[in-house]
C-alpha cells in the first residue's frame, strides 16, 4: 500500500467528516494501515482568559474527543485519539505526523471558520509545511 499510518485531523466541521470517512475508506483498502484521529484544542493567549481557559478550552473538546473515540471504536483497522493543545494548529498536526511517523495526513478543505469557496488557513498552512502528502477532502460547494 502507498500509505501505512494516517493523520486525520478532525474539527467536527462537515468538511473534516468527509476527511475522516475518506480516511477510512483508504484505511480499509488495507488492514495494516494505522489511523491516528486528532483534534487541535487551541489555546487563545488572551490575559482576560485567566489561568483557567485552558481548562475550558478541553472541557469543550470533550464532545469531539468522544465522537473521535466512537469513530475508533468502529474502524476496522487500528485507530488512536490524540488531543493536541496549543496556539497554531497547523504546526500541531504536523508535528504530530511527524512524531507518530504519518505518511500521510487527510483533513477538510476548510473548519469551522472557513470561508466557503476557499482553502481554509490551516489547510493551507499544513499542505504548505508537511514533509507528507496531505489530502483534502474537498468541501460540497
Known amino acids: ?9 478532525y474539527d467536527g466541521s462537515y468538511a473534516s467528516k468527509k476527511a ?7 484505511a480499509e483498502q488495507d ?11 487551541r489555546i487563545v493567549s488572551a490575559p482576560a482568559a485567566g489561568i483557567g481557559a485552558s481548562a ?6 470533550e464532545p ?3 465522537e473521535l473515540e466512537a469513530y475508533a471504536a468502529r474502524a476496522k483497522n487500528l ?3 490524540k488531543l493536541l493543545k496549543g496556539t497554531f494548529a497547523a504546526d500541531l498536526i504536523v508535528e504530530c505526523a511527524k512524531e507518530q511517523g504519518c505518511d500521510l495526513i487527510v483533513m477538510g478543505s476548510r473548519g469551522r ?9 490551516v489547510s493551507y498552512a499544513v499542505t504548505k509545511n508537511s514533509p507528507v502528502t496531505v489530502l483534502i ?3 460540497d460547494d
Open 31 to 41: 488492514p495494516t494501515i494505522t489511523l491516528v484521529l486528532t483534534h487541535v484544542l
Open 56 to 61: 475550558i478550552v478541553i472541557e469543550d473538546a
Open 20 to 26: 475522516l470517512n475518506l480516511a477510512f475508506q483508504i
Open 137 to 139: 477532502a474537498k468541501d
Open 64 to 66: 469531539i474527543r468522544l
Open 1 to 9: 500500500m502507498w500509505c501505512s499510518k494516517i493523520l486525520v485531523a
Open 79 to 81: 485507530s488512536t485519539v
Open 113 to 121: 471558520g472557513g470561508v466557503k469557496g476557499y482553502l481554509g488557513s
